[in-house]
């Protein structure tokens, strides 16, 4: 697997001849680009001449061990990942280098499978980002969206978009408001023959009836009053790409006739003008709307629904893929450090806790606005819990109290309990899963999942 042209570069750092050698040879043949350090102090003197993606260094080295050099590395490469290798008895200080920031950790005698998991998930995800960096890079270069998931349903999601764009058919995207619709049908054209041609966005709801049709279709000169020129409408600007039609459940009835027509045909005509104009375009429609009750309710036309609709693509609310939170979060950090030029080193754990476990009502879009916040309030490079916004209570719970899913609900209760048990065996990860009738092993999944600190 190859990042922008070129290798996946890791530097192994490891006190032991052996233990180097062998990881070298295990992620030489996992397709990685390898270099060797045999102490921190040489691992951070390869960093400053080169650029890696992943550091995998041993926690026990003499001079300067695993931390202070996952510490050395936090300081003067910022957000570059790492990953701690330890021996069985020193699993305690693996939980320390998580707190510090390290991706993940690996026990030494496990199956080395386990750890190129791990390297290939973030090449995953590093290339997923990677691949649509090109197209659609923010003006600071950091890509603009990432679509890596550890999700079922979202994988199928993807899945299907990705098939999906290859061909022709109109696609509709469904979901709730902030899932990231428009994200996809970005994301769609980007996969489709279409992608060096233009992704024209239609935002529906917020066009008058009449003005909604003259920003579609265009109009001639004088079509109607204040119609001063002529102009050509987004099906034209469309040409050879892709027309996104957002909030197409808003459509007033009298224009979706029109729209259906001009979809049926590839033609339109300029409001005051009778000339046909061919237009080959691919359509991709959204909506937040259930548009079935729309039909009942007789605001939608069921012949333009199924038009839209050849292919339709859900996308899961926020809540139901929270194992993708981590990887988001991470992602929106970046991204805002980087557009407001603040440097984050450290972020109380009762935040950590709140964005892994809330439920998000506004979504994606909710997830990217509280952690800009964060970031723009922190201090000294710290984000404090005290900065979180005030968040109003779920209008899907409203009249219910304060209901969460049982699931939720039993995560948070483990999560409390086990946080108060290791309290009681004084962080001892051995003690408490003796106590808690777990292995170790569960109890450290346990402990990153629910982000325990
Ligand atoms: N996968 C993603 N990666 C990065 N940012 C995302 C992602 N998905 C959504 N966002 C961000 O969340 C916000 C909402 O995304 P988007 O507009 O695509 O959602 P939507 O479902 O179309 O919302 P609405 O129904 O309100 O139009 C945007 O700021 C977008 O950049």
Redesign the pocket.
């Known amino acids: 697997m190859k990042i922008n042209n070129r290798p996946f570069r890791v530097l192994v750092v490891d006190d032991e001849p052996d233990y180097r050698e062998v990881l070298e040879l295990m992620l030489k043949e996992a397709g990685c680009q390898i270099e060797t350090a045999a102490s921190a102090f040489e691992a951070l003197d390869k960093l400053r001449k080169r650029s890696f993606d992943l550091v995998l260094t041993d926690l026990m080295m003499a001079g300067m061990d695993g931390i202070e050099l996952l510490e050395k590395i936090r300081h003067e490469h910022g957000a570059l990942k790492v990953i701690i290798i330890t021996g069985y008895g020193t699993i305690e200080n693996a939980v320390a280098a998580m707190k510090k920031g390290a991706y993940s950790y690996f026990i030494k005698g496990n199956d080395p499978d386990e750890l190129i998991k791990v390297i290939n998930n973030i090449k995953g995800g590093d290339m997923e980002v990677q691949e649509h960096s090109d197209k659609t890079a923010a003006p600071n270069d950091f890509p603009?969206?990432?679509?890596s998931t550890n999700n079922d349903q979202f994988r199928k999601v993807m899945d299907i978009a990705k098939r999906a764009a290859q061909s022709n058919v109109n696609i509709l995207i469904l979901?709730e408001?902030?899932?990231?619709?428009?994200?996809f049908a970005q994301y769609i054209h980007q996969c489709s023959s279409r992608s060096a041609e233009s992704f024209v966005p239609v935002h529906c709801q917020a066009f008058a009836e009449g003005l909604l049709e003259s920003e579609l279709f265009g109009h001639e000169k004088g079509a109607f009053t204040g119609a001063i020129e002529r102009r050509k409408g987004r099906f034209e600007a469309a040409i050879g790409g892709t027309l996104f039609l957002?909030?197409v459940g808003d459509i007033p009835l009298s224009t979706q006739v029109k729209l259906l027509r001009a979809i049926e045909n590839r033609r339109i005509e300029r409001l005051g003008s009778n000339e046909s104009i061919p237009v080959d375009f691919r359509l991709i429609s959204?909506t937040?709307k259930d548009l079935t009750q729309e039909i009942i309710d007789g605001n939608f036309r069921e012949d333009f629904f199924y038009r839209l609709s050849t292919i339709t693509i859900d996308i899961p609310p926020l809540r139901s893929r929270k194992e993708d939170l981590p990887i988001?979060i991470d992602?929106f950090m970046k991204k805002s450090q980087k557009e407001h030029n603040i440097i984050v080193t450290n972020i109380e754990p009762a935040v950590r806790r709140f964005l892994l476990y809330y439920d998000y009502p506004g979504n994606?879009?909710e997830l990217?606005n509280i952690i800009e916040r964060l970031v723009v309030l922190s201090r000294d490079g710290v984000i404090y819990y005290g900065d979180l916004p005030e968040i109003k209570s779920d209008p899907r719970d409203e009249g219910q109290g304060n209901i969460i899913h049982l699931r939720e609900m039993r995560r948070k209760v483990e999560a409390n309990y086990i946080e108060k048990v290791l309290g009681t065996c004084n962080h001892n990860i051995s003690e408490a899963a003796r106590v808690l009738g777990i292995s170790r092993r569960q109890l450290f999944n346990k402990i990153t999942d629910y982000g325990i600190k």
């Open positions: 603009s969206f990432v679509l979901g408001s902030g899932v990231g619709k428009e994200i957002d909030e959204a937040h988001l992602f994606i879009r990217k």
